[in-house]
């Protein structure tokens, strides 16, 4: 059951996340009984006062963060502070939880979780809220035990000047985040799979999907054919062994061919909400008269991944820096502005204005087996290099705005002499998406993917949520914790 179980969420929850990973490197421990503060990849030098925690905040003196910030403090004889950097002035008073915020001509009223104090000559603010509120990135590395503040525009703008034909590229494509889209998608997936129990398997699976999304929400219906798993969950296996009898292996044996199923991804709230009657099955809840709609956690917000920046993005910064904050977030947030730096300057290798071929009006970008190999060399990996006996990827942008997409990809033969290949194509416009893969397994087998979309804007709106009545069911709770939520790690909330 649990292994049917599983399947069934792989097949649905695999249309709406894939985060590549990305090297990180490591901070160096500090002391249970400090904290401290990292700008931009480098440690904050306090020379007297030093940075302490209270309340669950990293408290620091107001005046040495104001100069790390290329801003400065100001004392009025009515006990007013006022903290400067550019056109952005922060005033408060000792012992209130409210500042004053005044940014480009508009002034307004922000509440804090903790007052500012006075303490051994120095006034202490909370980091966080002063990094944020002018601008900044805030996260918390719990191996260094610091505060991590990130110029998150200047990053992402250093990492733009490279990439200004492929940023104008991605425009072309990319939805407009203030308009609601409807999608319609066809999946087909074939393998052959060589099993060392079951022999040789073929199995295919068609999903046909409706999509209704905003910039933060996808509402999606499908309906999925899924008859070739039966053999692949040896359902007659567990009926000779009396883990199903014959007429449940029926019942699901059938239900597996014509699957149904709701499914509500909400950013704003970090959730994924699926109806499908399936589980009522397998989990024997459910209710004849009740909608029971399972809730699984997405636990992107405590990783600080940003689903709808990284949705409604048109540029090569914004997305390198989102998924390098996500990997930070799990290894070391310290290091996180040297991350999306090396991140961005390999990708300026390949997709760079500077890697681009023009031909007519349209521009190509081309990765083949020797840009690897010197890529890997210079990263000082040249075990990387010698992993691949093919290795091309290109893709091309046309003056009317379509990307395509190309790869023919094959592993050097190990040991044992298996090899693993991957080829296919994808092309992309504003309005569809038609993508063809082949997986080679050697021995394992093989698959082929194949997915056909397309999107207009519609004036429907998506759910949010489960319609009112309706029965919801953590799905964390009955498998015993989430599967997509992790742990905080480097971002905890001490910052």
Do not use: H
């Not at 990305?22 to 480098?42: H, P, Q, R």
């Not at 909370?126 to 719990?142: E, K, T």
């Not at 209704?212 to 567990?238: E, N, P, Q, Y």
């Amino acid at each position: 059951m649990k292994k049917l179980l599983s399947l069934v969420f792989a097949l649905v929850l695999a249309l709406s996340l894939t985060v590549p990973a990305f090297a990180a490197g490591t901070a160096e421990t500090a002391s249970k009984s400090s904290v401290g503060v990292i700008l931009n990849g480098k440690s904050v030098t306090f020379p007297d006062a030093k940075p302490e925690l209270k309340s669950g905040r990293t408290m620091v003196p107001c005046s040495t963060l104001m100069t790390a910030l290329g801003g400065q403090a100001s004392y009025s004889e009515g006990g007013v502070i006022t903290c400067t950097v550019g056109d952005t002035a922060l005033s408060f008073t000792l012992g209130q939880k409210t500042v004053t915020a005044t940014a480009n001509g508009k002034t307004e009223t922000i509440q804090m979780d903790v007052p500012c104090y006075y303490k051994g000559g120095r006034t202490y603010v909370p980091v966080s809220f002063f990094a944020q509120a002018l601008g900044y990135d805030v996260l918390w590395d719990s191996t260094s035990r610091s505060a991590v503040l990130v110029d998150k525009s200047a990053l992402i703008d250093e990492i733009d000047k490279n990439f200004t034909v492929l940023n104008a590229a991605l425009q072309k494509v990319q939805s407009d985040p203030t308009k609601n889209y409807k999608s319609t998608a066809t999946y087909d997936i074939a393998m052959n799979l060589n099993d060392d129990t079951l022999g040789a398997i073929s199995v295919n699976l068609k999903m046909n999907l409706t999509m209704i999304s905003s910039g933060t929400t996808v509402d999606m219906k499908g309906t999925v054919d899924a008859s070739g798993l039966a053999k692949v969950l040896d359902l007659a296996g567990a009926v000779t062994n009396g883990t199903l009898s014959a007429a449940q292996a029926a019942a699901l044996s059938k239900s597996l061919s014509s699957l149904t199923f709701e499914m509500i991804m909400n950013l704003d709230q970090d959730a994924i909400y699926i109806k499908m009657p399936l589980i009522n099955t397998l989990l024997g809840t459910g209710s004849a008269t009740t909608e029971t709609w399972y809730q699984i956690s997405l636990g992107m917000k405590s990783l600080g991944l940003n689903l709808t920046a990284l949705k409604s993005s048109s540029s090569v910064g914004n997305v390198v820096y989102a998924l390098c904050r996500w990997v930070s977030g799990q290894t070391s947030a310290a290091n996180l502005s040297s991350n999306v730096q090396t991140t961005g300057a390999a990708l300026a290798a390949v997709l760079g204005d500077s890697a681009a071929k023009k031909s007519g009006s349209s521009y190509t970008w081309t990765l083949d087996k020797a840009a690897f190999d010197q890529l890997a060399k210079d990263a000082g990996d040249s075990d990387s290099a010698s992993q691949f006996q093919k290795f091309t990827v290109t893709l091309t942008a046309a003056a009317d705005g379509t990307l395509t997409y190309a790869m023919d990809i094959q592993t050097a033969a190990a040991a044992e002499g298996v090899s693993f290949g991957m080829s296919g194509s994808a092309v992309m416009t504003a309005t569809t998406a038609k993508v063809v893969m082949k997986l080679d397994m050697g021995s394992a087998g093989s698959a082929t993917y194949n997915l056909s979309m397309t999107m207009n804007p519609t004036s429907e709106t998506p759910s949010t949520q489960p319609p009112d009545g309706a029965a919801i069911v953590s799905l964390d709770a009955l498998l015993g914790g989430s599967a997509l939520a992790a742990s905080q790690g480097a971002t905890g909330s001490a910052a």
